[in-house]
């Protein structure tokens, strides 16, 4: 079974400073992917950064990188220079052999000025 | 800009009625498509795959003949919540899967919807 935790019910940061959402991941598949998405107010779901499991290096997606520890099995996101519009419940998830993503709890970011 | 329609953003209905939510992916074809409910402030849960030509497999404890689940085109998935009830009132959200990059690295990124608030009354 897989199994992904958000231990952040809830983040403050200060606009244009950095903050880290963690996220940490159990699975016993050998290939896997890890993901993070955004969701506003709105409801929608928006895709921020893709790491698979066998990747060498930590992925970029302009403001978002993900610290991906295979061994601690954690997988946190990182946000530089905060904005206003970052505000928004951040979703953990993981995508194992069967293709379904299981997701963390969430974090509820709020970007203050 | 969107590659995953959902329609409609909200309803509102009758208890007893049923309502049709439509999941289209816009500019790729989606053998398989997810269907997820979402309680406020809570994460989203998987209710059932979507499989292109064949029938729906659905989660343990989500009503197959409460939920239909259509999957008629390789861009068409419909969600139809049946004699729907107050406690049917939820969140509603889709995704397909899209695939990018070499057949070695492959991205098997799931791009959501923009989520039905079905509201029954």
């Known amino acids: 079974a897989q199994k992904i935790t958000q231990t952040q019910p809830g983040m403050f940061v200060q606009e244009k400073e950095a903050v880290t959402l963690d996220c940490t991941y159990d699975t016993s598949d050998p290939s896997y992917g890890l993901f993070w998405y955004k969701q506003p107010s709105s409801g929608e779901m928006i895709f921020l950064i893709y790491?698979?499991?066998?990747?060498?290096q930590n992925a970029t997606e302009g403001r978002y990188s993900l610290n991906f520890q295979k061994a601690r099995k954690s997988a946190n996101l990182v946000i530089s220079a905060s904005q206003l519009g970052d505000s928004a419940m951040y979703f953990c998830a993981m995508r194992g052999s069967g293709g379904k993503l299981t997701f963390g709890q969430g974090t509820i970011l709020t970007v203050h000025p | 800009g969107a590659v995953v329609s959902q329609h409609p953003s909200w309803v509102i209905c009758k208890s007893g009625t049923s309502v049709k939510i439509e999941c289209r992916s816009l500019?790729?074809?989606?053998?398989?498509m997810f269907w997820y409910r979402q309680f406020p402030k809570q994460s989203l849960m998987l209710m059932a795959t979507s499989n292109e030509g064949s029938k729906a497999t659905y989660e343990q404890g989500v009503e197959k003949d409460k939920f239909l689940i259509n999957h008629a085109s390789l861009t068409l998935s419909t969600l139809t919540v049946t004699s729907a009830h107050p406690e049917d009132s939820s969140f509603y959200i889709c995704s397909a899967t899209r695939t990018s990059g070499s057949l070695l690295r492959a991205k098997n990124i799931q791009y959501f919807g923009a989520g039905t608030r079905l509201s029954v009354l």
């Open positions: 500019d790729f074809q989606a053998t398989t």
């Open positions: 790491q698979g499991s066998y990747d060498q």
